[in-house]
């Protein structure tokens, strides 16, 4: 069993959903939760660091850590074809060792 | 979030060549570096974790003669692929982290398409 699990997708939506992006883990240490996005042939860019459980929200961004379930997730409001991207959820301890889940490729169609 | 840069984007180089990778961090010290190793539709392979002025730690399977990690500042670190073959044509991407930021994020440079010949 992989320690973090990640639905590849695709996920194709149409602009202005509500998207909805998961990952689960085993691993009842990890602390640290973040969220990267990817566009093809760039590196990743950072969208959302949490730490510990709760919610925290940047503009259309909202990601959600649910350490009892051992579940996070992301949503993006009222998504943009310049969303369309591969989303990387990732996750440590109190090391500097990020755990990647394997992404979650999504297409946001005018 | 913090700058990295890498130089080259792309290079193309003849199987038994040596190709060099550069990774800068332009806006803060970093103390700790990372490599990584992307496929095509892949999630990120961790290499190698180099912290500034000490050896390189690498992952389970990777080859340290073959992937030489080199952090001899807070601000630039490089990977040097020798004798290049084939099957190490990929997608290199470099983070850089601090620890004096007290949380273990990372942010990553816009990596470098490696296709060997």
């Known amino acids: 069993q992989k320690e973090v699990e990640q639905d590849p997708g695709p996920l194709s939506v149409p602009e202005g959903a509500i998207v909805s992006l998961n990952c689960t883990y085993s691993?009842?240490?990890?602390?640290?939760f973040m969220w990267y996005r990817q566009y093809s042939r760039k590196g990743p860019e950072l969208l959302m660091y949490?730490?510990?459980?709760g919610n925290k929200e940047d503009g259309r961004f909202t990601a959600q850590v649910d350490k009892s379930s051992k579940y996070i997730s992301l949503f993006i409001r009222d998504s943009q074809p310049s969303d369309s991207a591969t989303y990387l959820c990732?996750?440590?301890?109190?090391?500097?060792?990020?755990?990647f889940g394997t992404g979650t490729r999504l297409q946001v169609f005018p | 979030g913090a700058v990295v840069s890498q130089h080259p984007s792309w290079v193309i180089c003849k199987s038994g060549t040596s190709v060099k990778i550069e990774c800068r961090s332009l806006?803060?010290?970093?103390?700790?570096m990372f490599w990584y190793r992307q496929f095509p539709k892949q999630s990120l392979m961790l290499m190698a974790t180099s912290n500034e002025g000490s050896k390189a730690t690498y992952e389970q399977g990777v080859e340290k003669d073959k992937f030489l990690i080199n952090h001899a500042s807070l601000t630039l670190s490089t990977l040097t692929v020798t004798s290049a073959h084939p099957e190490d044509s990929s997608f290199y991407i470099c983070s850089t982290s601090n620890r004096a930021k007290g949380y273990d994020t990372q942010y990553f440079g816009p990596g470098t398409r490696l296709t060997v010949l």
């Open positions: 949490t730490y510990s459980s």
């Open positions: 806006d803060f010290q970093a103390t700790t």
């Open positions: 691993n009842s240490a990890f602390q640290y």
């Open positions: 990732a996750m440590n301890k109190n090391t500097d060792k990020l755990i």
